[in-house]
């Protein structure tokens, strides 16, 4: 079967590479700054074949290069774990900085928390350097979406991504309530170590 990035693989691939190395290099301008690290860590994926299959079908959409690339605008998924709140919105405005990036969408789920507890702050950008194919046909832009989140919202977000996989929950409401607790605890505990880091930095 043809990969449904059409003959994009490898444009889709270096684009990842480039904005990941941007990054990478605004950390490093960070941490020879302030000495303190810009995120605890960064992952990041072409979504695979797939995942990204299913997500045309769960759309409606045809499995096609232009539904992956276009209509679809997690191909390119970044995610930047960093120790405390403020670090969140300092990427942020970097990531608005950048030349030949341009942010078509935001999600603040950190302040606007999702029922479930969910807090992460979304981000999708628009690669603006257009990439042909080896045809000369050209899709457009490829788009990245990145998440940016605390090590807390991150912890709390993996073990609930895992329990949604576990069918066989007997009482589902106290699942659910429970574990908003416990986002909630987190996101108390995000706000202490910010206002700790805040007094150590107001003695400097
Ligand atoms: P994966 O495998 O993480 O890439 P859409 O992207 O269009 O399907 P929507 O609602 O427009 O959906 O996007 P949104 O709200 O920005 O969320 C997309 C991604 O955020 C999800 O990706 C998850 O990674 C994460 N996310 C959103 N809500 C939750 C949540 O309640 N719990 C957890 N653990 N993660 C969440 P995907 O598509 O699930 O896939």
């Known amino acids: 079967m043809d990969s449904i990035y059409g003959s994009y693989g490898p444009a889709l691939q270096a684009a990842l590479e480039d904005i990941i190395g ?15 690290a810009a995120y605890e860590h960064l992952i990041y994926r072409i979504k695979s074949e797939g ?6 079908d769960r759309k409606g959409l045809p499995q096609t290069a232009y539904s992956a690339l276009h209509d679809i605008r997690d191909a390119i998924g970044i995610r930047i774990v960093c120790c405390f709140l403020d670090d ?17 969408e935001e999600k603040d789920y950190i302040r606007h928390v999702k029922p479930n507890g969910y807090r992460s702050y ?19 832009h490829f788009y ?43 996101a108390s ?16």
């Open 88 to 104: 969140i919105y300092r990427a942020i405005d970097f990531l608005k900085s950048l030349d030949g990036v341009r942010v078509v």
């Open 122 to 140: 979304h981000v999708i950008l628009e690669l603006e350097e257009p990439y042909e194919d080896v045809t000369g046909a050209n899709p457009g």
């Open 144 to 186: 990245a979406e990145v998440q940016l989140r605390t090590i807390a919202m991150d912890s709390w977000a993996s073990l609930e991504h895992q329990m949604k996989y576990k069918h066989d929950i007997k009482n589902p409401e106290l699942i659910v309530r429970e574990l908003k607790r416990c986002a909630d605890e987190l």
């Open 22 to 36: 941007r990054i990478r290099a605004y950390s490093d301008d960070i941490k020879a700054k302030t000495g303190e």
């Open 51 to 56: 995942s990204m299959r299913e997500k045309c």
């Open 189 to 204: 505990c995000d706000v202490s170590m910010q206002t700790i880091r805040n007094l150590i930095h107001a003695q400097e």
